[in-house]
């Protein structure tokens, strides 16, 4: 027969461990939502892995910009910013359990990365295929 302690301490460890995970899911499927809500969808994980590779020529200094500019292609390792040279840390919510677990950072950072990397706010459509992509990394 169980123990109540440990029935509290498996339980504990389970809530330990679905908390973030489901933090980050509310989160992603409340943006995703909410693109929807504005005429996008259905988001895919693939495109949004294309996106995260495309190119886009800058008209500021006529060198190619994409999101691995900053991030890099493996979203599990560290990044390096092209301009400060700070670290950035992985965005991979598998590895950085803050990733994405706040609506108000994904807002501020998809505004302004997409604006400086495309020349442009990124479409709802690109928003959830690229968090689509982001999460599963
Ligand atoms: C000029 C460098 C740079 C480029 C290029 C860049 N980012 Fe970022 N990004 C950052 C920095 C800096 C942060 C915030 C630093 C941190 O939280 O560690 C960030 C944060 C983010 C976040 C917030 C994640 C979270 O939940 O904390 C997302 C999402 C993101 N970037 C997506 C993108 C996408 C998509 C692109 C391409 C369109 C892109 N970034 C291009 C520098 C960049």
């Known amino acids: 027969m ?3 302690c440990e ?3 498996k339980g504990l460890l389970i809530l330990s461990v679905t908390v973030p995970l489901a933090g980050q899911a509310s989160v ?7 693109y929807r809500a504005s005429g996008a969808g259905p988001f895919s994980a693939q495109k949004g892995g294309q996106l995260w ?3 886009v020529v800058s008209t500021k200094d006529g060198r190619a910009r994409s ?3 900053c991030h890099g292609n493996d979203l599990r390792s560290t990044g390096k ?3 400060t040279g700070k670290v950035i840390e992985p965005l991979s919510p598998a590895v950085n359990a803050e990733r994405l677990s706040s609506a108000k950072k994904i807002r501020k950072w998809f505004k302004r990365n997409c604006k400086w990397t495309w020349g442009r706010e ?6 959830g295929d690229l968090l689509s992509f982001i999460r599963h990394q």
């Open 7 to 9: 029935v509290l301490r």
């Open 81 to 83: 910013h092209t301009k």
């Open 67 to 69: 999101c691995t500019t």
């Open 122 to 127: 990124c479409t709802p459509q690109e928003k």
């Open 28 to 34: 992603v499927d409340e943006r995703q939502a909410a």
């Open 2 to 4: 169980k123990t109540g």
């Open 53 to 55: 590779q495309r190119e």
